[in-house]
């Protein structure tokens, strides 16, 4: 008997990665920087100056055509059609059952030309089930992940060092970009798709540019941010980051099993639009019935923090499970998500989640448990 094994790709930044000193670690399929030096340093960068991440693990499929608006409204369940040229959407993809395939941002580029950005692991089941969903449509799609790079600069100086790095005349642009919008901006000279979104919490860019110009805006990047605070950083702090905002991860929150309103995502599906989109009829049902167990923030009472796949607990009883949970770095007390019965989701519930044997006190709370403050 023989043992396949699968070597996780590289980006087109590994190398800078690598001389930076990098941890790396298998994600999605791919050998990504786990953290440079401290995670914690880094998390705290991210909240006080800027980071700047890889993200070119991340899916690309552009969507074109005469009925690209309406494929999308049949294949995905938010209304893209609704969607202004220049604006970017949340939402999802799901199977006929109502299951989750994939969490993601559509960019509307133009009339008829969208950007769809699924997760990294996700990326060619979302780029076969929409090549599949495309049949009938006047529309063609096209995954340009392996050609794509995709860097991230987070953090209340993001605005700031990007302004450093574009012409006078594009300064506008980038100061009056609106959350959830994109525009073509040269940074460094490198032509870039930049888009006003990110997954820490914290103000930022995310830029898409090809891979061969990817080393030439990462090091631009790091040079202009030195000054400001920036440090690269890495899928650890990253976690931690998007925890403390609340944000779904697919594999943690998000899967087949969950449904949209167990998620709490139930305001991204669009039962008004015309179109019929793939798990309509089971999300309609999903919807009347209401969710069973439903996701939730937990904070923790005491100084030990709940893990994935960790009991929640009231009363000794089994009422849930934990998702995703570690110490806040910047709370200072354990934060988790967890879907509990949905009797148990009100603000203010006391539950235990078991740590190895031990119950822990915790309390449900309002998401996200960290917002910044402009």
Not at 200 to 224: C, K
Request: net charge negative.
């Amino acid at each position: 008997m023989t043992t396949e094994t699968t070597t996780p790709r590289q980006t087109a930044l590994h190398a800078e990665h690598a001389r930076l000193g990098a941890s790396f670690t298998d994600f999605g399929g791919w050998d990504m920087p786990l953290k440079y030096g401290s995670e914690l340093a880094e998390h705290q960068a991210v909240r006080t100056a800027a980071g700047l991440f890889d993200l070119s693990h991340m899916g690309e499929i552009w969507v074109e055509g005469r009925e690209a608006a309406r494929f999308l409204n049949h294949a995905l369940v938010g209304n893209m059609a609704a969607m202004a040229v220049g604006k970017a959407k949340y939402s999802l993809i799901c199977n006929a059952d109502g299951g989750i395939i994939d969490d993601l941002i559509t960019y509307r580029r133009a009339e008829d030309r969208f950007l769809v950005v699924p997760n990294a692991g996700n990326a060619p089941a979302v780029a076969a089930a929409l090549a599949a969903r495309v049949a009938g449509f006047d529309a063609t799609v096209t995954d340009a992940s392996a050609e794509t790079s995709l860097v991230a600069v987070q953090g209340p100086a993001a605005e700031a060092i990007l302004l450093g790095l574009v012409a006078a005349e594009d300064a506008p642009r980038v100061s009056g970009m609106k959350y959830y919008a994109a525009d073509e901006v040269a940074v460094a000279g490198v032509g870039t798709l930049m888009a006003r979104t990110g997954y820490t919490g914290e103000d930022g860019f995310e830029l898409y540019v090809p891979n061969d110009r990817a080393a030439q805006l990462w090091g631009a990047l790091l040079e202009a941010g030195r000054g400001s605070g920036l440090v690269p950083a890495g899928l650890a702090c990253r976690d931690s980051l998007r925890l403390e905002a609340g944000m779904p991860l697919y594999g943690n929150e998000l899967s087949l099993e969950v449904g949209p309103f167990d998620a709490g995502l139930g305001p991204v599906v669009s039962f008004k639009k015309e179109e019929d989109f793939v798990g309509r009829a089971a999300l309609e049902a999903q919807k009347a019935a209401g969710p069973r167990r439903v996701l939730v923030g937990l904070k923790g009472l005491g100084r030990r923090a709940g893990r994935s796949h960790y009991p929640v607990l009231r009363d000794g009883a089994v009422v849930g499970e934990v998702t995703s949970g570690q110490p806040s770095p910047t709370l200072g007390y354990p934060v988790a998500l967890a879907y509990v019965d949905a009797g148990l989701a009100e603000t203010g519930t006391r539950l235990d989640v078991d740590l190895r044997g031990k119950p822990e006190p915790f309390e449900v709370v309002a998401l996200p448990f960290y917002k910044r403050q402009n």
